[in-house]
């Protein structure tokens, strides 16, 4: 509170006191003229109450009494914390962090000043740090605070009940097809409704249909098969086969209601995290010439995951990650070969004299038996070499490739581009690399850790 307010409501409170000191009254009468000043109604600086209390008044009076205009004024609240327990130098790098990167949260300052080893796990606090940048000019507003809706907290009971997705638009690389120019990314991000577990979240250089599903079948073989799919209402969304996908699996889609991010506040919320601690840190790398391609952003990505995953959400009490663990067994899983029938595309031909269908430019020889007759081909976008053959739900042999041109669909992108593992990397994300593997070293042994990632080179 500065000193002009601090005096409008001193000023006020004299104001309210003035007849009472102004004149010399018995006790009687001055009780009776408080409780006529008390029985009005006024418009109070710095408060939404119009009525004054007889007793606030005698206290007002007393402090004029003892301490004239200035014991009127609001008293200025010590200040407390344990900022004076801090070394200046740490203040001093906090702050340098901030002003660097001025998106970046607190708690994402905190935990590269930890990782940094400036200080050790927990001794600095959120609210500490917060109350350090709001006196020295760096603090953060929030530019959403305005609410013109009611709205109600709600959540899901159990893991899988309800998956949000949605895309960012987040930062831009440079073009695989000209490193003089940049390209943007897009950020597709599946999220648990009940845990806020990330179920999966990956980069690409487009929002395409065979993106989201490639996202969604991943997502499916690592946790199962949601109830519910909540996203909105882009084309990637509405897609034809994305229905039929979803209808295979059992899931229902549901789309927002347009015009109202708030349905889908969740996954909003994540991606401001994202904005917050995760964008910044890689649009440096970039603007250093020290990230260069999707690979390694994705690769990035991941090792962010992993943190957030172990990260205390502040909605819920727990890390996604126990949160979605704590219930798994209601979790439904399908077959791998049938969640890879699934996600099959599904289309119609008709079957030539010559016992021949053409996809993507390519022939292919089928059951001769099918001459002329429309049938059903169902395959996988980024294979064309196997082409399945159904007619009235009954399926027949395999088309055969006769003269294959494409290997995959013409929908399904190229990721051109420079796919060597980073060499050099940020602090900040190397680093949260490294402790993650030093904690799973930790955990499985060595000879068990090397098998680990030997285990994981060979998934991807």
């Known amino acids: 509170m500065d000193d002009n307010l601090r005096n409008e409501i001193a000023a006020f409170r004299f104001g309210l006191i003035a007849p009472v ?9 001055r009780y009776a003229l408080l409780r006529e000043i ?34 009127l004024k609001p008293q200025i609240r010590e200040k407390r ?28 300052i905190i935990r590269i000043l930890e990782l940094e080893a400036v200080i050790e796990r927990g001794v600095l606090k959120s609210r500490t740090l917060s109350r350090y940048f709001q006196e020295n000019g760096w603090n953060k507003r929030d530019k959403h605070r305005a609410v013109t809706k009611e709205f109600r907290m709600f959540e899901h009971d159990a893991p899988n009940d309800c998956w949000q997705a949605d895309t960012q638009h987040t930062l831009h690389l440079p073009d695989p097809d000209n490193p003089s120019r940049r390209k943007k990314a897009y950020l597709i991000a599946i999220l648990d409704d009940h845990s806020r577990r990330i179920m ?10 065979p993106r989201l599903e490639r996202c969604m079948q991943k997502a499916v073989l690592k946790y199962g098969v949601p109830h519910i799919f909540y996203c909105d209402n882009g084309s990637v969304y509405s897609a034809k086969q994305f229905k039929i996908i979803c209808a295979k699996l059992g899931t229902k889609l549901i789309h927002a209601k347009p015009y109202s991010p708030e349905s889908k506040g969740k996954i909003e919320k994540f991606f401001q995290y994202v904005d917050s601690s995760f964008t910044g840190e890689a649009k440096l790398l970039v603007q250093e010439g020290r990230l260069k391609n999707l690979q390694q952003l994705n690769q990035y990505l991941r090792s962010w995951l992993e943190s957030y995953d172990n990260r205390i959400h502040r909605g819920t009490g727990q890390t996604p990650k126990k949160r979605y663990e704590a219930k798994k067994e209601e979790v439904r899983y399908l077959d791998a070969e049938k969640v890879k029938e699934c996600f099959l595309w599904e289309e119609e031909r008709t079957v030539r004299k010559t016992a021949i269908i053409e996809l993507e430019g390519s022939n292919y020889d089928v059951d001769s038996s099918l001459r002329g007759k429309k049938v059903k081909i169902r395959y996988n976008p980024f294979d064309l070499s196997l082409i399945q053959v159904w007619k009235d739900e009954q399926r027949f042999p395999d088309a055969v490739p006769a003269q294959l041109r494409n290997q995959q669909h013409s929908k399904i992108p190229t990721d051109s581009g420079n796919d060597t593992p980073p060499t050099v990397v940020s602090d900040y994300l190397e680093k949260l690399k490294k402790e993650q593997e030093d904690e799973k070293r930790r955990e499985l042994g060595t000879p068990s850790f090397v098998t680990w990632k030997e285990k994981k080179r060979g998934e991807k």
């Open 81 to 108: 914390g344990s900022l004076h327990h801090l070394e200046p130098t740490i203040l001093q790098r906090a702050l340098e962090l901030r002003k660097e990167l001025p998106s970046r949260s607190v708690d994402q």
């Open 21 to 29: 000191v102004q004149r010399r009254l018995a006790p009687g009468e």
């Open 200 to 209: 999966h979240a990956e980069f690409f250089f487009e929002e395409r249909s």
């Open 38 to 71: 008390a029985g009005q109604t006024y418009t109070i600086p710095c408060s939404e109450k119009t009525k004054i209390s007889i007793r606030s008044l005698e206290r007002y009076l007393q402090a004029y009494e003892s301490g004239g205009f200035d014991a």
